[in-house]
């Protein structure tokens, strides 16, 4: 690592404040799990590492009848083992409690978790986020892909958005809020993830001087919910595929559903085909398959990656079938 | 890239900074100069407070490791591993991976395990920190300790420390786990040699004796 100024602010204001108004020259500490391990390979090098970790309000989970609010702070662990979060929110719960392992649960943060830069290692190698050679060349394209995007890959933008518990947020209708030199601002999750076009460009909608300071998910009474995530390993690795779906059910046919993919594209990848496909359908075998392949139908895999298509389909598939059964595993 | 820092102003420049002033600075010195003179931090202004700033030269730190006060002045660039193993010859958590992949560098941190690679040493100043030395106690071996030996769970045993710190935290936190419990909550540390199957039937055993 090289060597950098470490300062702890105590209040978001502050942090705000000490943050540059453009990238590289500074950035905001909390779980550091990746920041780390993305300065020790000297993919970043920033001046100065802001701390977040004394500003208490930032941490904390409190829930009232119109939802919950999950502090940017908080860690995987803590809200995976939530009580409220577990009760109102299984598989949010789920999702959390298997990203990535123990110990890094007990460091990572919820609102690190949100930023991470992509898993893609061409990435990780130093070779930007949109790599190409010196002919102009994609190296993803031309090059090894098989962890790399199947939707959503038609400009330079290969890598697969990492978060593994965005997509079961997305799927609950959750809003991220952020803070600002120019105060707060909020929007849908899924908003917040954009696909860079230009080397340089960033995969999230946050300003330099932005820091995430929540997550506010709405209730989710009377929701069927499931995260189904497809790994070579049990636990304590990347996700090839997964699916995160929310299904509003009146008598035994779907009045409504959000079904959202991760590790498919760029962004976290909500499904509309694969909604249209489920509304006003009962849900049995043949439906949930239907509507998975409706999601993937504009599937455009690379050259060595085919196999993801079918992987996703069968998320999507196991997710709903999991969310209409109550959820359980 | 521009380092753009246009909201800070350096306190030092300000005649109200408290601290060393300049006069004060010539006056000590003139008066003693063979005392060193420990200069506190830099301080900024962030949203009309002052803020310090430390390093990228060494800090004086402070750490709580195994119930005993530790003091080193250190980069903040140095991890808690790093400065477990240099500065004060802690040298049971291993360095392998240095990316939190591998667990081998597992400690307890606010009683929690963590990867020791993956902490700054100045952010880990003051919180209780347990390495796998204090888990001898008296000469004896911790029950974690033994059920290893009895179970052959190590082989080459460089993951061995970490594994143990790990199962410790695990049993403290799970006292009756099932097997699947045991897979799940153990998957944060790798062992090239293989010796899971020992490990987790160490784990069982000292679960069942309720240790």
Known sequence: ?329 | MRDDDENLKDANHSSESPGVSRRDFLKISGISVAVPLVAGPKMVMAAGQQVPVYGPGKVPMEFAINGKNHKADLEPRVTLLDALRDQFELTGAKRVCDRAECGACTVLMDNKPVYACSVLAIEAQHRPITTVESLIEGGNLHPVQRAFVENDASQCGFCTPGFVVSCKAFLDSHPHPTPEDIRRGLSGNLCRCGTYEGIRKAIAQVAQKGA
């Not at chain 1, 690592?1 to 702890?8: D, G, K």
């Not at chain 1, 061409?122 to 010196?134: Q, S």
């Not at chain 1, 908003?191 to 960033?202: A, C, D, I, L, S």
Request: glycine residues 8%; hydrophobic residues 40%; contains cysteine.
């Open chain 1, 1 to 329: 690592m090289r060597p950098f100024e470490y300062l702890s602010p105590n209040t978001r204001t502050q942090a705000i404040s000490l943050l540059g108004s453009t990238w590289g020259s500074s950035e905001i500490l909390a779980g550091g799990t990746d920041l780390l391990a993305l300065m020790k390979d000297d993919i970043l090098a920033p001046k100065r590492l802001i701390n977040i970790k004394d500003i208490k309000d930032l941490r904390g989970v409190s829930s009232d009848p119109q939802g919950i609010r999950l502090g940017a702070l908080t860690t995987l662990g803590d809200l995976a083992d939530d009580e409220s979060v577990k009760k109102n929110y299984p598989a949010l719960a789920e999702a959390l409690g298997e990203a990535a392992s123990p110990q890094i649960r007990n460091l990572a943060t919820l609102g690190g978790n949100l930023c991470q830069r992509p898993r893609c290692w061409y990435f990780r190698n130093g070779l930007g986020l949109l790599p190409i050679d010196e002919a102009g060349k994609e190296l993803v394209s031309e090059g090894e892909n098989r962890y790399h995007a199947i939707l959503g890959n038609e400009g330079p933008a290969k890598f697969v958005s990492p978060s593994t518990i965005v997509p079961i947020l997305v799927a609950y209708g959750a809003k991220i809020r952020l803070q600002g030199l120019n105060g707060k601002r909020e929007l849908p999750l899924e908003r917040f993830y954009v696909t860079p076009k230009k080397e340089g460009e960033r995969e999230h909608d946050l300003r330099p001087n932005e820091m995430v300071t929540e997550v506010m998910v709405p209730a989710a009474t009377n929701v069927k919910a499931a995260h189904y995530e497809i790994r070579q390993k049990a636990a304590f690795d990347w996700p090839l595929a997964l699916a995160g779906v929310a299904l509003k059910m009146r008598d035994s046919k779907v009045e409504s559903a959000r079904i959202v993919l991760g590790y498919v594209a760029p962004v976290p990848w909500p499904s509309p085909e694969a909604e249209k496909a489920l509304v006003g359908q009962p849900i049995n075998k043949e439906t949930a398959q239907k509507a998975a392949a409706a999601a993937l139908a504009n599937a455009k895999p690379l050259s060595h990656n085919a196999y993801k298509v079918k992987l996703a389909r069968v998320a999507v598939t196991r997710a709903i079938m999991k969310a209409a059964s109550g959820g359980a595993a």
